[in-house]
């Protein structure tokens, strides 16, 4: 049961994390277009060298 | 309403903002946002690379990017690169584009709402998962001091989770009991509040039962079921916006011998506007110069182009065809006669916001059936156990968090957004919520012809009845000019690999038609007045050479593709199909036998045609107009549900509910499929979710609901409801 003291705040720590990486997509405008994000992975134009 | 409004004062800030003021502001968000293209077929990563790579590709801009969901592409670029020359070179690689007004796009307060909605979802999704793990821990048997923290740790997430996530529920909760309406918010707000304080209680005295999980889960379905009601309804207000902006309101001002292009909001009576050939009339006016044709099709369904002289009445709309036209204004902008037609659609449409859609309908029935339950489940357990208000309080709590409406929120929202989807990659635009309901319960289907079944474009009719060499002739006549007949002509020409003759001396008269020489004799190529022959009743140009009578040259609207299709899968469907146009009888005839429709009505004013659209409703018929043109504006709005293209005059395209982006019209078939099969899910998914409750509510009655029971009740019975909507094919 001591084991409660450590996995409890590590658990909140990382559901923390995942709340602060969802808010970071949020503010970064990664909702904005989700069907071109989805289309644009799979264009060839960088294939062979990496966008300038 | 406010939708009709706005898009008949062109934009709505030009309502409350002086013109300088106006054109100040929308040059500032100009120079901020470029240049806006709608791209309408776009679609799939090759579509990204091919418009990004030959926009970036042109001198002057310095990016490009495609937003594929709202199928747009905005360009940063010089000031002097023109919409005009981005948009020809996107339809030289295959994509069609159009000019969107910045301005009115610049929506940032809608955008706002979306964010803040969806950052509350997810805040909201992130501490229900961390308490579902602690009272995972509480279900499998945790007792005393463990149990004791978890929902002390519980209440520490919950609570501050609940008052951040829960504002839109509260806010709008407050808002109808200030109007004195029982709404579903209330109910919800009074769940999320009784569920959380009763669990604080609980908390406080050590009890066994804590509901923080289910008041959490609570607010984040309902958050889910709020944020897609909010995505359908800003793509149908984006889409309304989208297409205010598509006609960017300009028009050339001739002032001390100058042109200027100004916005139309500059413009006053007595001003003195040139319109060139092929462009719009911005304004009504008298022509003061200048000879040409103007084609009224869109404002009247007229097919033949009616001839334009010095003290002609010209009306905003119509097209100007040859010549170039100095029009004097008479009026402009909201006085001008396309600007009057607003009145009587703002008529129309309060008769059709009347319309309740099928959540209202149930959230009306459903919200006091909640409160009368909940309510006697504490006086019946007061007196059942005799005072322990702790208990009843208890079972009070979880009848309210078992009634909640969480699948009936997500009912509809989830359906409509599922099939709007589908309808956008279809080429529809859904323009109001509950149009698609509406659609659904269409049985009869009015057309109007120009511009809706036919594409308004003409094609040469007669060519058999000329010989080889008299067309040779035609063909050189012809690719002399750019009026439509003759471009028309032209291109059916090139069609049949005919050599030109030899034409010289190839002169235009504006107005009336082309002339030459050839082998010496005149020949000309024009209206009937101008060689000397009698009008025929179908749209016609004459060739005369020499001397010999004059023969004419008829022409046919050519039919808009999939319309054959359309009107045959909707009269399979057991639809009536039903015909109404402005044209001539003989057009009209011939159209209507073509496509077997057997109720066609020709000259048709538009007073009438709303009028005969008044009388089938009367008769207890649901009826879906198509329709394009000025003419069709009151049919339009007066009809249940109506369907527009987006060559579309503005007006028209404002006053229906829906519009078709592609030229081909069969899309409209499977947008009703769609719309009956939307339908129907939407009562399945309220059966699926009152069936829930049929279940889960007597266990709470009788007080045996526990928080596991509470939070399995309402997560199944919201996911079988949004699989149900993902189903629509």
């Known amino acids: 049961m001591e084991m409660l003291a450590i996995l409890i705040p590590v658990s909140l720590f990382l559901g923390g994390l995942g709340l602060l990486g969802f808010l970071w997509t949020l503010r970064n405008r990664q909702y904005d277009d989700p069907d071109g994000d989805g289309h644009r992975v799979l264009r060839k134009d960088w294939d062979d060298r990496p966008k300038p | ?54 926009l970036s590709a042109l001198p002057g801009v310095s990016s490009a990017r495609v937003n594929l969901t709202l199928r747009r592409v905005s360009v940063r670029a010089r000031p ?44 909201a999704g992130f501490s229900m998962m961390n308490i579902m793990l602690l009272s995972v821990a509480v279900w499998s048997g945790a007792e005393d001091a463990t149990r004791d923290l978890f929902h002390w740790i519980s209440a ?26 029982l709404g579903m918010d209330v109910p919800i707000s009074l769940a999320l509040i009784l569920a959380s304080s009763i669990s604080l209680f609980e908390t406080f005295m050590g009890g066994e039962h804590a509901y923080f999980d289910a008041a959490v889960s609570l607010c984040f379905f309902l958050l889910a079921g709020r944020y897609l009601d909010y995505r359908s309804r800003a793509a149908a207000r984006s889409a309304a916006e989208e297409l205010a902006a598509l006609e960017v309101p300009r028009a050339i001002l001739l002032r001390d011998g ?3 292009l100004v916005p139309l909001a500059e413009i006053s009576a007595g001003d003195l506007v040139l319109v060139r050939p092929g462009a719009r009339m911005p304004v009504d006016g008298i022509v003061t110069l200048g000879n040409s044709e ?42 001008s006669s396309l600007h009057r037609m607003a009145d009587l659609v703002a008529v129309a449409e309060s008769a059709k916001n009347r319309y309740m859609s099928l959540a209202d309908r149930m959230a009306r029935r459903y919200s006091p059936a909640v ?83 036919t594409l308004g474009a003409l094609e040469p009719a007669n060519l058999e009845a000329f010989s080889e060499a008299d067309l040779a002739l035609v063909a050189a006549l012809a690719e002399g000019s750019s009026h439509p007949l003759s471009r028309a002509l032209a291109s059916a020409l090139r069609l049949r690999d005919l050599a030109p003759a030899h034409v010289e001396d190839i002169r235009e008269s504006a107005g009336y038609g082309v002339e030459g020489l050839w082998n010496g004799m005149r020949v000309r190529l024009g209206r009937a007045s101008w060689v000397g022959a009698t009008a025929a009743a179908q749209t016609a140009t004459f060739l005369q050479v020499g001397a010999a009578p004059a023969r004419a040259l008829t022409f046919t609207d050519r039919l808009r593709p999939g319309a054959a299709g359309l009107v045959k899968t909707l ?101 009703r499929r769609i719309a009956v099969q939307a339908r129907r899910r939407i009562k399945q998914n309220f059966a699926l979710s009152l069936a829930y409750n049929l279940v889960a509510v007597p266990v709470a009655l009788i007080g045996l609901a526990t928080p596991l029971i509470a939070a399995l009740a309402m997560s199944t019975s919201s996911l079988t409801v949004t699989l149900n909507a993902l189903r629509l094919k």
């Not at chain 2, 501050?160 to 504002?167: E, M, Y």
């Not at chain 2, 968090?401 to 080429?427: D, E, H, Q």
Request: contains cysteine; charged residues 15%.
């Open chain 2, 1 to 54: 309403m406010s939708m009709a409004e706005s898009a008949f004062s062109a934009c709505p800030a030009c309502v409350a903002l002086p013109a300088t003021e106006l054109l100040a502001e929308s040059r500032r968000l100009a120079a901020d946002a470029g240049i806006v293209l709608s791209v309408p077929t776009a679609s799939g990563a090759a579509a990204i690379s091919a418009i990004e790579n030959a």
């Open chain 2, 258 to 260: 100058q042109e200027l």
């Open chain 2, 80 to 123: 002097d690169i023109l919409p005009d020359h981005l948009i020809a070179v996107l339809a030289a690689i295959g994509y069609p584009a159009l000019e969107l007004d910045v301005v009115m796009l610049s929506s940032t307060a809608s955008e706002k709402r979306g964010h803040d909605l969806l950052m509350r979802l997810g805040v």
């Open chain 2, 294 to 335: 103007l084609d009224r099709s869109l404002l009247t369904g007229e097919t033949l182009p009616a001839p334009a002289l010095p003290g002609s009445i010209v009306s905003a709309g119509e097209v100007n065809l040859t010549g170039p036209l100095t029009v004097q204004v008479t009026s402009a902008g909201k006085e």
């Open chain 2, 571 to 671: 009269k399979a469907a057991g639809l009536k199909v039903a015909l109404l146009s402005g044209d001539a009888e003989a057009p009209v005839a011939a159209l209507a036998r073509d496509l077997g429709i057997a109720d066609w009505r020709s000259e048709m004013l538009p007073a009438e045609k709303a009028a005969h659209i008044g009388a089938l409703t009367g008769q207890g018929a649901r009826v879906l107009m198509v329709g394009d043109g000025l003419n069709d504006t009151v049919a339009l709005a007066s009809a249940h549900v109506s369907i527009s293209p987006a060559s579309a005059l503005d007006a028209a395209r404002v006053a229906s509910d829906i519009v078709l982006l592609g030229q081909d019209i069969a899309p409209i078939a499977d947008a």
């Open chain 2, 156 to 181: 520490m997430i919950a609570l501050p989770t609940l008052a951040f996530a829960g504002q839109p529920f509260f806010v709008s909760a407050i808002a109808s009991l200030k109007a004195r309406r």
């Open chain 2, 371 to 453: 409160h009368v339950l909940a309510l006697s489940s504490f006086i019946g357990w007061m007196i059942h156990s005799g005072g322990d208000v702790r208990l009843a309080v208890n079972v009070a709590a979880a009848v309210l968090i078992i009634t909640c409406p969480c699948a009936l929120a997500l009912a509809v929202p989830s359906v409509i957004t599922a099939a709007s989807g589908k309808l956008f990659r279809l080429g529809l635009l859904i323009k109001n919520g509950t149009a698609l309901e509406r659609l659904a319960e269409v049985d009869t289907v009015v057309f109007d012809k120009t511009g809706t079944l």
